[in-house]
């Protein structure tokens, strides 16, 4: 077996063993964790990071009337979820007097967006 050979049957075995073990998937959510949160020591936080897993994040969203919500619940109920709804936190801060409150009350009651800013 000639030096070229040997190195490709190498290089394809490393493949293979990334690929099954899922290595690349990994250290691909290491580096976006790393990217995201700028730790001052980068290799404590990986340490830290290795035994935590990433919370599953799901987003249903649907024009008014399309049941959006309904299914957001059931799903969340029968596989323990937290929901969270943006228009239900939308509606009551709409319901205080602070300044975000006037200014998402004045969008609602003029059927404009809220600025993504304020939400």
């Known amino acids: ?8 049957e190498i ?7 990334l690929e099954e073990k899922k290595v690349h998937d990994l250290f691909q959510n290491f580096m976006k964790q790393l990217i995201i949160h700028r730790p001052d020591n980068p ?3 990986l340490i830290d990071r290795i035994d935590k897993k990433e919370p ?20 969340a109920k029968e596989l ?4 969270i709804s943006v ?9 205080k007097s602070t300044d975000i409150g006037k200014l998402i009350a004045d969008c609602m009651n003029n059927y404009r967006y809220v600025p993504d800013s304020t939400i």
């Open 1 to 8: 077996m000639d030096n070229y050979q040997r190195t490709y």
């Open 11 to 17: 290089t394809k075995s490393a493949e293979e063993y």
């Open 43 to 45: 290799l404590d936080f």
């Open 56 to 75: 599953v994040r799901v987003f249903i969203v649907g024009p008014p009337g399309s049941i959006a919500k309904h299914l957001t619940r059931r799903l």
């Open 80 to 83: 323990g979820f937290t929901t």
């Open 87 to 95: 228009g239900e936190i939308v509606r009551k801060e709409a319901a």
